[in-house]
């Protein structure tokens, strides 16, 4: 039978590399898209800023512009996903809250 001192001790070793796992880089989302490029990122995305910017009909609903940027850039091919900071190659940073 084990005893409960070396349970206590596996489980605390357990809850450190948990916590330096979570502590060792931030969770951020990231924008990307098979074969594209930083310039065609920083293209799309400026078009998508520019048409999703609010006008008079958006100001008091401006809750719908960062709906308005996320589908601009979904309907051109990008798909946003959780990546750790640094992200890997071909992931790019949009506007986020």
């Not at 969770?27 to 400026?46: G, H, I, L, M």
């Amino acid at each position: 039978m084990m005893s409960p001192r070396p349970r206590h001790a596996l489980g605390a070793a357990i809850v450190v590399v948990t916590l330096a796992g979570g502590l060792s880089g931030c969770v951020r989302y990231y924008w990307s898209k098979p074969s594209a490029t930083a310039e065609d990122f920083n293209r799309d995305n400026q078009q998508c800023i520019s048409e999703s910017s609010p006008t008079t009909a958006t100001v008091k609903t401006g809750v719908f512009v960062e709906q308005l940027y996320r589908s601009c850039l979904v309907a051109k091919g990008w798909v946003r996903d959780k990546q750790y900071d640094p992200p890997p190659p071909g992931y790019y940073r949009g506007v986020e809250d």
